[in-house]
Structures are given as structure tokens and as C-alpha cells.
């Protein structure tokens, strides 16, 4: 079940011209992943969709004061920064259509994907790469499966840790299951 610009444009109104750029990478990234079918793409759309924005945010907004959180501490270390304020926090920030986070993630999703990401975490801003490193995501925490079920919470929480977000992200998914029938 590719997705089409138009659908994605529905699904996502705020995406604009972006749409055109991701239609046809995220039908690349959900192949490869095996989101397939209504339940898994609308659950991984309206996933993206909301953590990026509306395909608008590839990099995480926030100033330095903001990222020092993932520079230092208890979340850093989680994350696989290093302890000392360094500037990990800056340098592997929220990513992606998915908002890869910390430097433990970027190492394997660059193991996944062919890339050094440790080395060059920019890529994750490119479109291809946005896209696919989401893909890789949803299935390294084993989100089809739960989308199969419906359970749509769990999958944020996968994905967010808590439920950051939820009104938008339900109102993003039954647009996305309306859309998509």
C-alpha cells in the first residue's frame, strides 16, 4: 500500500511542498521495514507526522540551554552520551522524521543503514535518510506488531516514553485510517 503525496497532504495538511520529497522515500523506508497495510502505515504516519512536524522538522528544536539535558545526567547516559558536558547533547539531538536521539542510537542506526552517523549526524536531515532512519526505528522497538493490534498508546509510548503528544498524534492516526481505507 504506497502512499501517495495527495493522501499524505490529506493526512498531513501542513506538510506543503515536503509531501512531494517524502511520498516516495517513506514508500522506499516502509518497504524495507515491512509497515505494510492500513493499520501499520497509518500508525507510522501519523507517528512521523507529529514528531516531525508535519514532515516540517528534521532536526529537534530547542536552544543549547534546552539540549544541555542530553549533554549531561542521568537521560544522557541512557541516550549514550559521554558524562562530560561536550556538546553530545547538541551533536546528537533529535533527528529524522522520528527524532533519532543520542549518540547509542545514532551508532546503531548507522550499523543498520550503512552510515556513520556518529561521525556525520546531519545525514539524518536528508529526506532518504530522515525517512529510512524512522523506519529503522519502528521496527528495532518492534512497533508493527502493536500496530497490527491497535494499540496505538503503546506505540507512542515506544516512541516518546510517555504520551507527549497524544491528542495530536490520535487526531494525525484517525485521519491517516480514514485516508488510507
Known amino acids: 500500500m504506497p502512499i501517495t503525496q495527495a493522501q499524505l497532504l490529506r493526512i498531513l495538511p501542513n506538510a506543503g511542498a515536503s509531501a512531494g520529497v517524502f511520498a516516495p522515500v517513506l514508500n522506499i523506508a516502509m518497504g ?44 544522557a547516559s541512557c541516550l549514550g552520551n559521554t558524562p562530560e558536558a561536550d556538546g553530545d547533547g547538541q551533536r546528537y539531538r533529535g533527528r529524522g522524521l522520528i527524532q533519532i536521539t543520542g549518540r547509542a542510537n545514532y551508532q546503531a542506526c548507522g550499523e543498520a543503514l550503512g552510515l556513520d552517523l556518529v561521525a556525520e549526524p546531519a545525514l539524518l536531515e536528508q529526506p532518504q535518510w530522515a525517512a529510512l532512519s524512522a523506519a529503522w526505528f519502528w521496527a528495532s522497538r518492534g512497533l508493527n506488531p502493536l500496530a497490527d493490534a491497535g494499540d496505538f498508546d503503546a506505540i507512542t509510548r515506544r516512541i516518546n516514553g510517555g504520551q507527549n503528544g497524544a491528542a495530536d498524534r490520535q487526531v494525525l492516526y484517525g485521519r491517516a485510517l480514514r485516508v488510507l481505507e
Open 32 to 75: 524495507r521495514y515491512q509497515i505494510i497495510g492500513l493499520k501499520r502505515v497509518a500508525a507510522f504516519i501519523a507517528q512521523v507526522g507529529h514528531e516531525s512536524g508535519q514532515l516540517r522538522y528534521l532536526r529537534e528544536l530547542g536552544n543549547d540551554v534546552y539540549l544541555s539535558k542530553y549533554d549531561t545526567g542521568r537521560l
